[in-house]
């Protein structure tokens, strides 16, 4: 079974521009997260998508948007980018969850993730 | 909100030795996993427990989920060089997102 795809795996944007991310989740798992890794903040939850539908968010600012397709795909935007957006992107997909649903999803599988630079 | 908080930060030791990493909350999790990432890459999924009091060996690694879940440790015994890494636990309650902790930075020396 194919693992979490990311693409692409490395960036270089200039300040202003916009950027958009791609993540393809492991087929039949129709959860996916994002993440954002810096070395001083650690891994922090920016959105989570379930059946194209966002079901939570993190604390991010409106510059960071997502969407999810029919086929569980994922994308993530970030517009305007600004040199503190620099970080390790990860995007996450989930199996459906064991028990009381999808809403108990209980692991979440990791893709390479995209590196990306502002200068 | 919840948070989790791991220790130590960061362990350098040799290779042979024993270690353990723990991670804390003062939320109830609704299960709770460990990752393992290297640098530029994506965390590795380990193990994922949901029974308080569940313990789990996967080789020379032992985790141990707290009777009230909302704490869990992770041993190594006979640390290797390709232990190191970053080992990452997370954590989900009902109905909400993953939360992770700040990372333990684990380096063996051989």
């Known amino acids: 079974k194919a693992g979490v795809t990311q693409t692409p795996r490395y960036l270089i944007k200039t300040r202003g521009q916009q950027v958009t991310l791609s993540c393809s989740p492991i087929?039949?798992?129709?959860?996916v997260s994002w993440y954002q890794q810096t070395p001083g903040q650690g891994l922090q939850f920016l959105f989570e998508?379930?059946?194209?539908?966002?079901?939570n968010k993190g604390n991010f600012p409106g510059r960071f948007s997502g969407r999810q397709f029919s086929n569980s795909r994922s994308e993530m935007n970030v517009s305007t980018l600004e040199l503190g957006d620099s970080a390790l992107y990860l995007c996450?997909?989930?199996?459906?969850?064991?028990?009381?649903?999808?809403?108990?999803?209980?692991?979440?599988?990791f893709g390479q993730g995209t590196r990306l630079t502002v200068v | 909100t919840q948070l989790l908080e791991q220790s130590p930060q960061f362990l350098s030791i040799q290779e042979g030795e024993n270690l353990t990493v723990y991670c804390n909350s003062s939320?109830?999790?609704?299960?709770l996993q460990w990752y393992r990432q290297e640098p530029g890459e994506g965390p590795v999924l380990l193990v994922t427990?949901?029974?308080?009091?569940e313990v789990k060996k996967l080789k020379r690694l032992t985790f141990q989920f707290g009777d009230a879940r909302k704490d869990s440790s992770l041993h190594i015994t006979a640390a290797q060089p390709g232990d190191t890494g970053l080992y990452l636990c997370a954590g989900r309650g009902y109905g909400q997102n993953f939360v992770f902790g700040p990372g333990t930075r684990l380096s063996v020396l051989p």
């Open positions: 998508y379930f059946s194209e539908t966002q079901r």
């Open positions: 996450a997909s989930s199996p459906p969850g064991r028990g009381q649903g999808a809403l108990l999803n209980t692991e979440a599988f």
């Open positions: 427990v949901v029974t308080g009091g």
């Open positions: 939320s109830v999790f609704s299960s």
């Open positions: 087929s039949g798992h129709r959860s």
